[in-house]
């Protein structure tokens, strides 16, 4: 489970540019739910999700993932529970162009210093659960943008986290490609993961049990006891 209490993120924290860019954010997230956090354009959205996904620090309040105080992990801790609990899809999908598609999708098992054949059944068994199985040696360059999405989360699946974050995952996709990408997100939801995508799509978003609004880099609504009675 997730829980956030009170938490300020501040950009340039004591710099004369700095940027208050949440501010005493509180939220729960219990496992599997399949959560959509919207908002408008600089509200806090991709903030929020690196912080979740412990790759961004805070200077105020708690995060605790599973009862675990996150600010209080050491540097190696922190990077252990980056890699085993969290998988993220970026913005950006942020594949390494110069990969083919299993290297971009071994990547964190390498930061899990799983190697050989381990290693490469695990990322077989990512690319068919994204349908991609067929491109594993092919260069990353060569695909096409729905692909790399597919990819992107195949890398986030691929050492098996708790939860997966996605950032604008359909945010460059047509709406066919974009609703596959959904029903995927789904079936890993429906498999037990705890699933948080930032959308601006209000399909997509309708699509999630739960939907958290940002506005400003605060709650500003949260439909999760509606959703709980659903
Ligand atoms: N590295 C940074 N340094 C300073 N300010 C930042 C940095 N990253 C983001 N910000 C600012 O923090 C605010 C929130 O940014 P964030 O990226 O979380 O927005 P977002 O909701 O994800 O927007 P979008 O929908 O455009 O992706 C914005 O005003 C942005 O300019
Ligand atoms: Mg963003």
Excluded: W
Excluded at 19 to 39: C, K, P, R, V, W
Excluded at 197 to 203: E, F, G, L, N, P
């Amino acid at each position: 489970m997730i829980k956030i209490t009170d938490l300020n993120k501040t950009y340039n924290y004591k710099k004369p540019n700095a940027f208050h860019a949440l501010h005493d954010i509180s939220l729960e997230i219990a496992d599997g739910e399949m959560t959509a956090i919207i908002g408008r354009s600089g509200a806090g959205k991709s903030t929020l999700l690196h912080i979740i996904g412990c790759i961004d620090k805070f200077e105020s309040g708690s995060y605790e993932i599973d009862g675990k105080d996150v600010s209080k992990l050491s540097d190696r801790e922190l990077s252990k529970v980056r890699n085993k609990m969290v998988g993220i899809v970026m913005q950006d999908f942020a594949l390494i162009d110069s990969y083919t598609v299993i290297q971009n999708v071994m990547t964190p098992l390498y930061f899990a210093k799983i190697k050989g054949k381990r290693a490469k059944e695990m990322c077989i068994s990512a690319l068919k659960a994204v349908n991609m199985e067929e491109y594993a040696d092919k260069p990353i360059t060569n695909l096409s943008g729905g692909q790399k999405q597919r990819i992107a989360i195949a890398r986030a699946i691929v050492n098996d986290p708790s939860f997966i974050l996605a950032d604008e995952p359909t945010g460059a996709l047509d709406t066919k490609t974009s609703e596959e990408i959904i029903q995927l997100f789904k079936k890993l939801n429906e498999e037990g993961k705890t699933v948080i995508i930032i959308t601006h799509d209000k399909t997509v978003a309708d699509s999630c049990t739960r939907q958290i609004e940002i506005s400003d880099g605060k709650i500003i609504s949260d439909n999760r006891s509606a959703a709980r009675q659903k």
